[in-house]
């Protein structure tokens, strides 16, 4: 992966991440990087600090130190919407869709087209919208018969097409997704998978946060271990799966420790 | 596919939108027979237009408040004292009709937005709050005409909101009808048929599914004779009600922000997904003040249909209302779950609510009984929506 032609740049870097809900520390001072057109494969036990890490980077939590980077610039959220403005996209567990409105109404959920402006009220350019929604969905391979279908019409693995599809809308610089392929089909898994390769070769910097290592190994080029809110495992996916899942168990239950050193100095 | 084959697609994929028209259908052709013909008459439609009006203002606000998951007892007594504000404004304070109108609908606003302050703010459940809000406004209403008891408007303009008919022309072709009713109801149809045919030339433009043909020119046919009976019907008595005028304006203008603007498009995306909203960027709070806030300017607006209509402010106007709305728009179409349920509906739900009454009374069947029709139609209404989202489209 390292051999790639692409100029490796980071595109998020975090530094010294620090988070405490009262006495619990989730995080303790965790760097990240992620570099341009690279999937990054989040793992962790339970409580291990990934979601944590990524609702700080997509603006739902703010950090109690430490320090964010896009593209070399610090920056500082205090929203979701701050985050979305500088382009970080966070596809989440649940989608986040309406289901009672249809497939192009959810992408632009929030960020409507407007073709006129009566004062305040904003009337919605549908037609646009519908267009945008259809190609779309096409440059993704997404297969849904209309865009004007409700959400709740939908199966599982559509809805989070839908969901995937609505972080890459906007020229999304990083998309977060969190366990993208829980609670989907083995063939919905399949089809979720294919979409992230899609991104990827369209240039899309992606993180996953996923139970499934065999997922993390299939389309991550690099992957980062959590463990009780501490970076233990940074290295890119590499040798053959069974290899590459001992290895990844072996950090998430604390058998072996990268950064032992540097934490406890 | 055959046309019968067709007809009957349609129906099935439609009929939760179809229902509720079916229903008053069903609803008015029984009245007119049980009644012998009374109750179509021009004079008992024009009265029930009249009556309908006061509720189906609140029914397409409430809607509103039900999409976003919540729910305004307070409607009903809010309307009554708001009333009887204006009655005071006109007849002791001497304010011109138009200023005691606007200063009322500005106070409905403000007593709106304190109920979505107290929901919003501090997320008190809007049944409490609301609860809160039919007391206090109960015991305003007795408070303003306490010293008066009922107070009478005597304003020819502010009576007649609620009794009056928009004038006609002075020609003297069809010397029975009402010719500028019958102008509108053309009207109507003309831009009916138009916007229907350039909407369909515009799906098909962009290759989306259209009616066929043949279903499409029946569609036209069938509202436009409906638009052109209804307009028949009311110009055979006075013609068109000032009070038809304005629940007209209020559907049109909120079918318009609903279903055309982003504002609309957030209110239900507040009440399919509220996590998924916020997480969009749609401030739930500030829809939940939009939303309130509508509904206090609505309630005034049925406080002063109703003070017109009655030509004046009595001590115990408003008593109920917030059911009869509750049950229009439940009626009409909207969910208890959130996220559904059109202002068009609302009408036709307080239509359908409205007509049970005005037919039954016709027919002289004892209160009694009218309650437990009512409740019965209530509930058939809403196993309807239920039985209809899992199983049709």
């Given at each position: 992966?390292?051999?790639?032609?692409?100029?490796?740049s980071?595109?998020?870097?975090?530094?010294?991440?620090?988070?405490?809900?009262?006495?619990?520390?989730?995080?303790?001072?965790?760097?990240?990087?992620?570099?341009?057109?690279?999937?990054?494969?989040?793992?962790?036990?339970?409580?291990?600090?990934?979601?944590?890490?990524?609702?700080?980077?997509?603006?739902?939590?703010?950090?109690?130190?430490?320090?964010?980077?896009?593209?070399?610039?610090?920056?500082?959220?205090?929203?979701?919407?701050?985050?979305?403005?500088?382009?970080?996209?966070?596809?989440?567990?649940?989608?986040?869709?309406?289901?009672?409105?249809?497939?192009?109404?959810?992408?632009?959920?929030?960020?409507?087209?407007?073709?006129?402006?009566?004062?305040?009220?904003?009337?919605?350019?549908?037609?646009?919208?519908?267009?945008?929604?259809?190609?779309?969905?096409?440059?993704?391979?997404?297969?849904i018969?209309?865009?004007?279908?409700?959400?709740?019409?939908?199966?599982?693995?559509?809805?989070?097409?839908?969901?995937?599809?609505?972080?890459?809308?906007?020229?999304?610089?990083?998309?977060?997704?969190?366990?993208?392929?829980?609670?989907?089909s083995?063939?919905?898994?399949?089809?979720?998978?294919?979409?992230?390769?899609?991104?990827?070769?369209?240039?899309?910097?992606?993180?996953?946060?996923?139970?499934?290592?065999?997922?993390?190994?299939?389309?991550?080029?690099?992957?980062?271990?959590?463990?009780?809110?501490?970076?233990?495992?940074?290295?890119?996916?590499?040798?053959?799966?069974?290899?590459?899942?001992?290895?990844?168990?072996?950090?998430?239950?604390?058998?072996?420790?990268d950064?032992?050193?540097?934490?406890?100095? | 596919?055959?046309?019968?084959?067709?007809?009957?697609?349609?129906?099935?994929?439609?009929?939760?939108?179809?229902g509720?028209?079916?229903?008053?259908?069903?609803?008015?052709?029984?009245?007119?027979?049980?009644?012998?013909?009374?109750?179509?008459?021009?004079?008992?439609?024009?009265?029930?237009?009249?009556?309908?009006?006061?509720?189906?203002v609140?029914?397409?606000?409430?809607?509103?408040v039900?999409?976003?998951?919540?729910?305004?007892?307070?409607?009903?007594?809010?309307?009554?004292?708001?009333?009887?504000?204006?009655?005071?404004?006109?007849?002791?304070?001497?304010?011109?009709?138009?200023?005691?109108?606007?200063?009322?609908?500005?106070?409905?606003?403000?007593?709106?937005?304190?109920?979505?302050?107290?929901?919003?703010?501090?997320?008190?459940?809007?049944?409490?709050?609301t609860?809160?809000?039919?007391?206090?406004?109960?015991?305003?209403?007795?408070?303003?005409?306490?010293?008066?008891?009922?107070?009478?408007?005597?304003?020819?303009?502010?009576?007649?909101?609620?009794?009056?008919?928009?004038?006609?022309?002075?020609?003297?072709?069809?010397?029975?009808?009402?010719?500028?009713?019958?102008?509108?109801?053309?009207?109507?149809?003309?831009?009916?048929?138009?916007?229907?045919?350039?909407?369909?030339?515009?799906?098909?433009?962009?290759?989306?599914?259209v009616?066929?043909?043949?279903m499409?020119?029946?569609?036209?046919?069938?509202?436009s004779?409906?638009?052109?009976?209804?307009?028949?019907?009311?110009?055979?008595?006075?013609?068109?009600?000032?009070?038809?005028?304005?629940?007209?304006?209020?559907?049109?203008?909120?079918?318009?922000?609903?279903t055309?603007?982003?504002?609309?498009?957030?209110?239900?995306?507040?009440?399919?997904?509220?996590?998924?909203?916020?997480?969009?960027?749609?401030?739930?709070?500030?829809?939940?003040?939009?939303?309130?806030?509508?509904?206090?300017?609505?309630?005034?607006?049925?406080?002063?249909?109703?003070?017109?209509?009655?030509?004046?402010?009595?001590?115990?106007?408003?008593?109920?209302?917030?059911?009869?709305?509750?049950?229009?728009?439940?009626?009409?179409?909207?969910?208890?779950?959130?996220?559904?349920?059109?202002?068009t509906?609302?009408?036709?739900?307080?239509?359908?609510?409205?007509?049970?009454?005005?037919?039954?009374?016709?027919?002289?069947?004892?209160?009694?009984?009218?309650?437990?029709?009512?409740?019965?139609?209530?509930?058939?209404?809403?196993i309807?929506?239920?039985?209809?989202?899992?199983?049709?489209?």
């Amino acid at each position: 992966m390292e051999s790639t032609t692409r100029t490796r740049s980071p595109i998020v870097e975090l530094r010294g991440i620090k988070k405490n809900f009262g006495a619990v520390q989730a995080l303790r001072g965790v760097d990240l990087m992620l570099n341009h057109n690279e999937v990054l494969g989040l793992v962790g036990d339970n409580a291990a600090g990934k979601s944590t890490l990524m609702k700080v980077l997509s603006g739902a939590y703010i950090p109690d130190d430490g320090k964010i980077f896009i593209e070399g610039r610090e920056v500082r959220f205090s929203s979701p919407m701050d985050a979305r403005r500088e382009g970080i996209e966070m596809v989440y567990q649940d989608y986040a869709l309406a289901d009672n409105l249809n497939v192009a109404a959810n992408v632009f959920l929030g960020r409507e087209a407007v073709r006129l402006k009566l004062g305040p009220i904003g009337v919605m350019d549908h037609h646009y919208m519908e267009q945008e929604t259809k190609h779309l969905l096409k440059r993704l391979k997404i297969n849904i018969a209309s865009v004007r279908l409700k959400v709740e019409r939908l199966s599982g693995g559509q809805r989070q097409a839908v969901a995937i599809a609505r972080a890459t809308a906007f020229d999304a610089k990083v998309i977060i997704m969190d366990e993208p392929t829980a609670a989907l089909s083995v063939a919905a898994i399949e089809k979720v998978l294919d979409l992230i390769r899609t991104l990827k070769a369209g240039g899309a910097s992606i993180i996953i946060i996923s139970h499934r290592l065999e997922d993390i190994y299939h389309v991550g080029d690099r992957m980062i271990v959590l463990r009780h809110g501490r970076k233990v495992h940074d290295s890119p996916i590499e040798g053959d799966i069974h290899e590459f899942r001992e290895r990844a168990v072996a950090y998430m239950v604390g058998a072996r420790d990268d950064f032992r050193e540097e934490t406890l100095a | 596919m055959t046309f019968i084959a067709l007809t009957r697609k349609l129906l099935r994929e439609n009929i939760r939108e179809y229902g509720m028209f079916i229903a008053l259908f069903v609803i008015m052709g029984v009245f007119t027979i049980t009644t012998d013909g009374v109750f179509i008459s021009s004079r008992n439609i024009v009265n029930l237009v009249n009556q309908t009006g006061y509720i189906a203002v609140l029914a397409v606000g409430m809607t509103l408040v039900i999409v976003i998951r919540h729910i305004d007892l307070s409607v009903g007594f809010l309307a009554g004292f708001l009333g009887a504000v204006a009655a005071v404004a006109l007849v002791f304070w001497h304010w011109p009709v138009y200023l005691a109108i606007l200063f009322v609908l500005g106070l409905g606003v403000l007593a709106g937005l304190l109920t979505s302050f107290l929901v919003a703010h501090f997320g008190i459940p809007s049944f409490v709050a609301t609860l809160a809000g039919w007391l206090g406004y109960r015991g305003a209403l007795q408070l303003v005409t306490r010293n008066t008891g009922t107070i009478i408007i005597p304003n020819d303009a502010f009576n007649a909101i609620g009794n009056g008919f928009i004038p006609d022309i002075p020609i003297d072709i069809l010397p029975e009808m009402h010719k500028l009713t019958l102008l509108l109801g053309l009207l109507g149809i003309v831009l009916f048929v138009i916007s229907e045919v350039s909407n369909r030339r515009k799906m098909q433009s962009y290759h989306f599914e259209v009616l066929p043909r043949e279903m499409f020119i029946l569609k036209l046919v069938f509202i436009s004779a409906l638009l052109g009976a209804i307009a028949w019907v009311l110009a055979g008595y006075q013609g068109l009600s000032w009070t038809a005028v304005v629940v007209l304006a209020v559907v049109l203008i909120y079918d318009f922000i609903t279903t055309k603007t982003v504002l609309g498009r957030h209110i239900y995306a507040v009440g399919g997904n509220p996590e998924a909203a916020e997480l969009s960027g749609i401030s739930v709070k500030r829809i939940t003040y939009v939303v309130f806030g509508s509904m206090g300017m609505l309630s005034a607006l049925s406080g002063i249909l109703f003070a017109s209509r009655l030509q004046s402010a009595t001590t115990t106007a408003g008593t109920l209302f917030e059911l009869d709305a509750i049950a229009a728009a439940f009626v009409g179409g909207v969910s208890a779950a959130g996220g559904v349920g059109k202002v068009t509906g609302a009408l036709i739900g307080a239509l359908v609510m409205t007509s049970l009454t005005s037919g039954m009374n016709l027919m002289g069947i004892d209160i009694s009984y009218q309650y437990i029709v009512r409740a019965l139609v209530l509930a058939a209404a809403v196993i309807f929506d239920v039985t209809t989202r899992n199983t049709g489209k």
